[in-house]
């Protein structure tokens, strides 16, 4: 039986971006890159550089709003903007909402209305969409669901090194967590945040990256303190980690385990002289990622020790990529079209690294 053009056309998800900002870029050009998925429209709520960049890229573009003044301005720029948030949820199967922390519910509502799938980012409390998404963690649980949250950053990290270690031990006992954030102060593109010239403990202790950890992996026991320091590049982890009596592991073991895991990188400092989070950034532009972006998370051979059943190691977060990827699992797990997480990441990553030339 031969395919009507139709009947191809249906198997390809559409997907529309909402905020085209930091996340919604990249989250657009990760599903563009996609052969199962397409992008239908994205939305900026006024006309910027950032509505030029859609136009080149071939993204229909949409105003944020529905209001008719909101949408002539884009014209008025000389943008064609195809219509308000309504008509592009009209020829979507799910919406990426990348709008900034907390302005999702109002958002959620209009998906809802729409009979859309959404799915959030991090900056959005787990109590809005009853569902978070990494991967690693709980592809499976996520299968069909109508509306998610991909994890901040910070937990995605987290999630990358932790769930395989307790994967390879939850038959032995539980393991607990201590970890420390040490967070970049601003992305790059950010003008108005800091400290510039200080070290900025989070004062909400512990810090929500732990809880929020075991919304994806609730039999991982963390907890976690942050602190903002004057960098824009990444984010550090400083992590301490308790095994079960009789966990069976070694350093060597641990470092095989990330070494098959998908999405980390494990290199040794002082054999690469990538000791900084500034040469492993500089790594990733080397390698010729778009925005000199890097997806996985990067742990230091050298830095990784198991004393009997304590291990401690530090890893580097690329804080605006390392959740992109996973966005575009999220969409095959709500839209039922990959139900192995290791071969839709394995499927993700490949277009991504031919789109992005590595
Ligand atoms: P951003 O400010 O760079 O981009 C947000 C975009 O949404 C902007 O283009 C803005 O104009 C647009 N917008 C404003 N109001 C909107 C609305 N009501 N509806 C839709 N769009 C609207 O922000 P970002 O860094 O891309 O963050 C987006 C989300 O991703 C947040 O939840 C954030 O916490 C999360 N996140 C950010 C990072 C990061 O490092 N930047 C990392 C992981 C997760």
């Not at 809802?112 to 990494?134: C, D, M, P, W």
């Not at 006992?173 to 800091?194: E, F, L, Q």
């Not at 401690?312 to 690329?318: E, P, R, T």
Request: charged share 25%; hydrophobic share 35%.
């Amino acid at each position: 039986m031969s395919f009507s053009e139709g009947s191809l056309k249906q198997m390809v998800t559409r997907v529309a971006i909402n905020g085209f900002g930091t996340i919604g870029k990249r989250v657009a050009d990760a599903v563009d890159a996609q052969d199962d998925m397409e992008i239908v429209g994205v939305t900026k709520t006024r006309p910027s550089f950032g509505c030029e960049l859609a136009v080149r890229k071939g993204y229909p573009l949409f105003c944020t709003f529905d209001g008719e003044e909101k949408i002539a301005a884009f014209s008025d720029a000389g943008y064609d903007c195809k219509g308000g948030l309504s008509d592009l949820l009209a020829i979507c199967d799910v919406i990426v909402d990348c709008s900034p922390g907390k302005v999702g519910s109002e958002n959620l509502e209009k998906y809802r209305n729409a009979g859309v799938k959404s799915i959030f980012q991090g900056g959005e409390k787990h109590a809005l969409t009853e569902k978070s998404y990494t991967s690693s963690a709980n592809h499976s649980e996520n299968w069909g669901v109508d509306c998610t949250r991909v994890v901040s950053c910070n937990t995605t990290g987290l999630s990358r090194t932790l769930v395989p270690i307790y994967d390879a031990v939850k038959e032995t006992g539980k393991i607990s967590v201590n970890s420390v954030m040490i967070r970049r102060a601003a992305d790059p593109g950010d003008s108005s945040k800091g400290p510039i010239n200080a070290i900025k403990p989070v004062l909400k202790v512990p810090s929500h990256h732990g809880p929020d950890l075991m919304t994806v992996k609730p039999e991982i026991d963390i907890t976690s303190l942050a602190v903002a320091v004057p960098t824009t590049i990444m984010h550090l982890h400083a992590i301490t980690l308790t095994l079960p009596s009789g966990h069976g592991l070694s350093t060597e073991k641990v470092l095989e385990i990330w070494g098959n895991t998908p999405r980390v990188i494990v290199m040794n400092g002082s054999k690469t002289r990538i000791t900084s989070t500034a040469e492993v950034m500089e790594l990733a532009r080397d390698i010729g990622r778009k925005w000199g972006d890097l997806h996985e998370i990067f742990v230091w051979e050298d830095g990784v020790s198991l004393q009997e059943d304590t291990l401690y190691y530090f890893q580097a977060i690329h804080q605006e990529s390392d959740v992109i990827p996973e966005n575009v699992d999220a969409i095959r797990a709500m839209m039922q079209t990959e139900e192995n997480w290791k071969a839709s990441v394995e499927k993700t990553d490949k277009a991504i690294s031919t789109y992005y030339g590595i």
